[in-house]
Each structure stands twice: as C-alpha cells, then as structure tokens.
C-alpha cells in the first residue's frame, strides 16, 4: 500500500519534504501546494480539473496559479491517475493526459487533497431512525435529523465543509434546541477563503453560476493597483468583482489580493441583507485602505447608470464652476 499524507496527518511531518505530489488543486491541495513549495519542496500538483480551484470564477483562479506557477508549482491539469506505487520515501505516479499519453511522476511523498466524506458508517444510524444520503446525514433547514431528538453539525451535515460552517451550525443548535428560537441555517450565502497568496474569498453567486443558472446580472470589478494602500504595500496583484441584479442588487462579491478573506466580511453582510450596490458607494471607508476596494468596485455600478447625456452635463457644470 502507498503510504499517502492528508492535510490533517501533514503536520505529524518532523523531516523536511524534498518533493511532494498533491492530489487535488482544490482549496486544500493549492494551499498545501504553495506552502510546501516556499518551504522548499519540489511541487507537483495532479488534478482531472481543467483549471485549478474549479469551483471559483477562471479570472479570479489564474491569478493564483500565474503566482504558483512563478514560483515553481508544476501543474497537470485534464490528468487521470493510472497507478501508484511506492513505500516511504519514494512514490512513482503515472498519469494519463488529456491527449492520451502516459507520464510518470516521483516524489518522496504523496498528499492527497480531494476533499472530505462523512465518516458516519458503523454507528447504528439506522437504528435510531436517522436517514443519510450522498452528502451525508440527512437534516432539515434547522439540523434536525428525521429522529427530531437528534441534530447533526459540521461535515456530517452536508453542505459546505468550513470550520465557520460549523461553528455557525452549533449556534443554529443551541438557539433551537435549547432556547427554542426559530432560527435556521443559510443555503448558499456562506462566505469562505483559500488561504494561498493571494488569498481568494467569495460569497454568495459567482459570475459562472449566474451564467449556468441563466440568471440576468451585471459584473463589476476594480483592480488592486488603482488602491493606493496595496501600492504602498507593494501588493498590486489581484482585483475585487461583484456580481449584480440588472438593478444593482448584490448577488455575490469575490476578491482575490492581498487580505482578501478578511475584506470580504463588508460583502457578507451586505449580500445576505440583499443590499443594493450603491449603498455602498455611500459608505466612507478609512484612506489608505484596502476596503477601499470594496467601494470602488461598487462604484463601477453607479458609473456605469450615468447616461452619456448625463455626462455631458456633470462635465458642462464642471466648466461652469471651473470659470
């Protein structure tokens, strides 16, 4: 059996890793790539995706592969796993491109990265009348099982497996099973983050899911190097992108830069309130920041409703008070 590491048995590691083979280039396996690369590992990373990070729009993923890609990750992407072999120290990997043909791959270790399943066999679940299915347990808007004494939290509840998914589960929990309020959990508005540099964090509808669900929407984005403080920082890589109703309605926002997980947390409430963008444009946000990216991005919407007359006439007044 090929001995393969995991993201949770990756930190038992006491030597360092000279090459490493990652399977997946998901949240997980980008961030283990990168990480291990900078700690000076050889990096290759394997995935049947065409593109890394397929979950999130293309534009914002390429610009963290363009900077794993600078410093050394090695990609095959449209790749199949045909064998492994291996034992400690030494693993032989042959995958099958797209066009076909065959490569081997070696590194001294494997991590696999493709994701997590429920661990719920074994535990009796039939027994106590609690139903499961493909994601999991089976609950209801309120984690309720189909035994309505027992509530399930976290991974095995289905859904999205984020360590705040989970947290904010237990607190959907407590409110309904102790204090009886009618509280339940969101269905898609969950914010996240993938921790690589740089980060890339979204919330709510992106711009491919509001195209595939045939959704009518508007797109804005605004670049990190028209913000002076990403300037400053000499972090100018990346842009913030909201995605709209034709009349300005947030539908998501994602941002891909420097801090981006944390200048998202504007955008979580923003878009589970269904703000409008313009409210936005209205909020003053501290100079030189990089939140300023949040206004300014929001600012596109309220450019882009200026009519060509209306310009015309800002422009007159301008001239006007000018003389």
């Known amino acids: 059996k090929t001995p393969y590491l995991t993201n949770e048995t990756v930190f038992d590691l006491r030597e360092p ?26 990096v290759t ?7 890394m990070l397929p979950k999130e729009d293309a534009d914002l993923a390429q610009v963290v592969n363009g900077r794993m890609v600078e410093e050394g990750v090695r990609f095959h992407f449209d790749a199949s796993i045909v064998r492994v072999r291996g034992r400690k ?14 490569h081997m791959l070696e590194a001294t270790h ?3 990265a493709t994701g997590r399943k429920a661990n719920i066999e074994n535990l009796g679940l039939d027994a106590a009348d609690v139903k499961t299915g493909k994601n999991g347990i089976v609950v209801d808007d309120r984690l309720r099982t189909t035994n309505p004494k027992i509530y399930v939290i976290g991974d095995a509840a289905g ?9 904010h589960h237990a607190g959907v929990v407590l409110r309904h099973a102790i204090f009886r309020f009618k509280w339940t959990k969101p269905s898609s508005i969950v914010p996240w983050c993938t921790y690589t540099d740089p980060e890339l964090a979204r919330i709510g509808l992106s711009e491919t899911e509001a195209q595939e669900k045939k959704i009518a929407h508007r797109v804005y984005r605004f670049p990190f190097d028209d913000i002076d403080r990403a300037r ?10 909201i995605v709209t109703t034709p009349s300005g309605k947030l539908l998501g926002a994602a941002i891909v830069g420097l801090h981006a997980g944390e200048l998202l ?27 300023q990216v949040n206004r ?10 200026l009519t060509p007359t209306a310009k015309k006439w800002i422009q007159r007044i301008f001239r006007l008070q000018g003389a």
């Open 17 to 42: 890793v000279p090459s490493l083979i990652v399977v997946g280039s998901g949240p997980i396996g980008s961030e283990m790539a990168q990480a291990f690369r900078r700690l000076g590992s050889e």
């Open 45 to 51: 990373v394997v995935d049947m995706a065409p593109r």
């Open 89 to 102: 120290g030494a693993v032989a990997m042959t995958i099958k491109g797209k066009d076909g043909g065959e």
């Open 110 to 112: 494997l991590l696999i």
């Open 159 to 167: 859904g999205y497996q984020f360590t705040h998914m989970a947290d």
């Open 232 to 241: 400053a920082e000499g972090e100018t890589e990346g842009f913030a992108k």
């Open 265 to 291: 947390a504007e955008y979580g409430l923003a878009v589970t309130e269904g703000m409008n963008a313009k409210t936005l444009t209205g909020i003053i946000h501290t100079y030189p920041t990089l939140a």
């Open 296 to 305: 300014r991005v929001a600012d596109q919407r309220l450019k882009e409703g």
